[in-house]
């Protein structure tokens, strides 16, 4: 019987060892022109025991820093001291940071009773913003205050530096005499490097 004519199943084996043998010499072939063509690898040998191999220092890969910060301040509360008069007084305040209007509280009645002392912002109150920053650099938060009632206009002012990498410290907003109001505003800042 010729092998034409066999079943297919016994002509497996030489078909398997037909194709390991084409690999193996596919293999060898392009060894060998990589040889010649010099696209091998030049890795030296491993060093022995006797004799270490001096190793170049190699830095590993460092975290990039990043060029900037973006910094979002977010009014947590305003702790009233002393609202300015008698009984309560209607207030707005202007948060600005470096030079920047960020948000402005619109007016609203603050009292420095022990219920009223800590308020919070409204849901339509804006009291969010955004500022950028690279590192190490410092930017004035600035707050502006004022009360305009019928029978006088009181007016506060507070400052506090905001760095990137560190939360502000609480805003103490006060009026030129400290009985015509003191304000200790509190934030919360996320940065977020760029």
């Known amino acids: 019987m010729s092998d034409e004519n066999k079943p297919w199943y016994t002509r497996v084996t030489a078909i398997s060892v037909a194709a ?39 830095k590993p890969d460092l ?7 973006s910094v979002l301040l977010t009014l947590e509360k305003i702790e009233v001291i002393n609202d300015g008069t008698s009984g309560s007084t209607s207030w707005s305040f202007q948060v600005s940071a470096g030079g920047q209007d960020l948000f402005e509280l619109p007016s609203r009645d603050y009292i420095d009773t022990e219920e009223g002392r800590n308020v919070t912002p409204r849901g339509s109150d804006p009291s969010m913003g955004r500022v950028m ?6 930017m004035l938060i600035k707050i502006n205050g004022r009360s305009a009632g019928l029978i006088s206009k009181l007016s506060a002012s507070g400052t506090a530096t905001l760095v990137a990498d560190k939360p502000l410290a609480p805003v103490r907003v006060v ?3 400290g009985r015509d109001g003191e304000f200790i505003f509190h934030f919360a800042t996320v940065a977020t490097p760029q």
């Not at 975290?63 to 910060?69: C, F, H, Q």
């Not at 920053?133 to 410092?138: A, D, K």
């Open 20 to 58: 390991v043998a084409f690999l193996v010499a596919l293999t060898t072939l392009v060894n060998n022109v990589r040889d010649i063509t010099g696209l091998k690898d030049k890795t030296p040998p491993a060093p022995t025991a006797q004799a270490p191999a001096a190793t170049p220092a190699v």
């Open 63 to 69: 975290p990039k820093a990043p060029s900037r910060y």
């Open 133 to 138: 920053l690279v590192p190490g650099q410092e």
């Open 175 to 177: 009026s030129a005499d």
